[in-house]
Each structure stands twice: as C-alpha cells, then as structure tokens.
T-cell receptor
Framework: GAGVSQTPSNKVTEKGKYVELRCDPI?????LYWYRQSLGQGPEFLIY????????DSGLPNDRFFAVRPEGSVSTLKIQRTERGDSAVYLC????????????FGPGTRLTVL | KNQVEQSPQSLIILEGKNCTLQ??????????LRWYKQDTGRGPVSLTI?????NTKSNGRYTATLDADTKQSSLHITASQLSDSASYIC??????????FGKGTSLLVTP
C-alpha cells in the first residue's frame, strides 16, 4: 500500500522489558513524526525527523525513549525498561517535509505494559 | 503554557443536521492550525490546515474558520452523515510541524 505502515499493530510486554516499534513512511516523504496517544487524549508529540536527523526530540519523556531513522526512511522507536505508564498507542506520521504539508498518519501500535 | 482547548468534549446530533466544534488556543508563536478526524482505532486524517493569513478553509462538508486575533477556530460540519462519527482534533503548530494537540471532540451522529 501507499500509506504509512506501522508494526506491530499490538505489542504486549512485561514491565522492565525492551521494545521496538517500527514505522514505514510514505515513499519520498522526508519528514517523519512520532506521537503517543493515551486513552481519551489527543496525540502527544514525541520526536520529529527531517531526513536521517532528529530535528526536534523535545517530546521524548525521558532517556528510556530513543528513536532512529538511519537511512532517512524507516524509523524505529525504542523504549528501554518499559513501565506501565508507557502503555499507549504510538502513532507515526510522515509528510513531504514542508512545514505546512499534510501529515499522513499510520494506524498506530498499541503498546500494553503489564 | 501552550494549550489547545476544545469544546464540547462530546456531541450527539441527528443525521442530516449541522454542527460546529470549537477550538481555543494559547500557542505562541503561531505557525498553522489543523483539524484532524480520527476514527476509533485509526490514525488521524487531515481535514484542513490554515496559516495565519487564512480565515476559512473548506473540505467538502467540512469548513474551518480561524481568527488569529482572538486565537479561536471552529470546524463546521454540514448535513452530517453517520460516517462523520469520530473524534475531531484541533492541532496548533508553533514551528510548522504539529506540536500541540487538543483532546478532541467526540462526535456521534445518530439515525
């Protein structure tokens, strides 16, 4: 498909474990964004990539969270020593890169930390 | 503190009726304001985006307005359909990319 894809769609893990969430943006989109959405809340910004570099990572809640985009396409959000409070839907979006471009969202990964 | 407040929190209307959702923000500096529609279990889908100089933008039955002086925006839905049932999220950007999300208005359209 031509849209943003995210894998896995659901992830259940135990407290203290390490998880990786993957995002495949729309081909050719230089900008990529990660958001976190808790139940009943709007998405919360985590990090923004322009190409391979993180242009703004001010939304990452702490140093347990890290994201990479080594080739400027696929991105991985990594969470170490997961906590129950990390449970949420993690959304990825991509855009062509201009500041006013539409962001296209993936379906999200629902993370549950037991 | 940058905030985006939406009202009402939830709304129920009859199919075919119109409705208006409100968004007030205190985000500064202002770059653009976007409205998204989010169906349950899905990612948000962009409806409109407006910059400082634009005060209205339409997308089919959806019309968004922006008053940058009073920092208010509205989303008007005309002739509602059952498929309009969703959460509508107002997003205000400081530096172009979306940073400040409202909690959304949950709209239910009933037959």
């Amino acid at each position: 498909g031509a849209g943003v894809s995210q894998t896995p769609s659901n992830k259940v893990t135990e407290k203290g474990k390490y998880v990786e969430l993957r995002c495949d943006p729309i081909s050719g989109h230089t900008a990529l964004y990660w958001y976190r959405q808790s139940l009943g809340q709007g998405p919360e910004f985590l990090i923004y990539f322009q190409g391979t570099g993180a242009a703004d990572d001010s939304g990452l809640p702490n140093d347990r969270f890290f994201a990479v985009r080594p080739e400027g396409s696929v991105s991985t959000l990594k969470i170490q020593r997961t906590e129950r409070g990390d449970s949420a839907v993690y959304l990825c979006a991509s855009s062509r890169g201009l500041v006013t471009d539409t962001q296209y969202f993936g379906p999200g990964t629902r993370l549950t930390v037991l | 503190k940058n905030q985006v407040e939406q009202s009402p929190q939830s709304l129920i209307i009859l199919e075919g009726k119109n409705c208006t959702l409100q968004c007030n923000y205190t985000v500064s500096p202002f770059s653009n304001l976007r409205w998204y529609k989010q169906d349950t279990g899905r990612g948000p889908v962009s409806l409109t985006i407006m910059t400082f100089s634009e005060n209205t933008k339409s997308n089919g039955r959806y019309t968004a307005t922006l008053d940058a002086d009073t920092k208010q925006s509205s989303l008007h839905i005309t002739a509602s359909q059952l498929s309009d049932s969703a959460s509508y999220i107002c997003v205000v950007s400081q530096y172009g990319y979306a940073l400040n999300f409202g909690k959304g208005t949950s709209l239910l359209v009933t037959p």
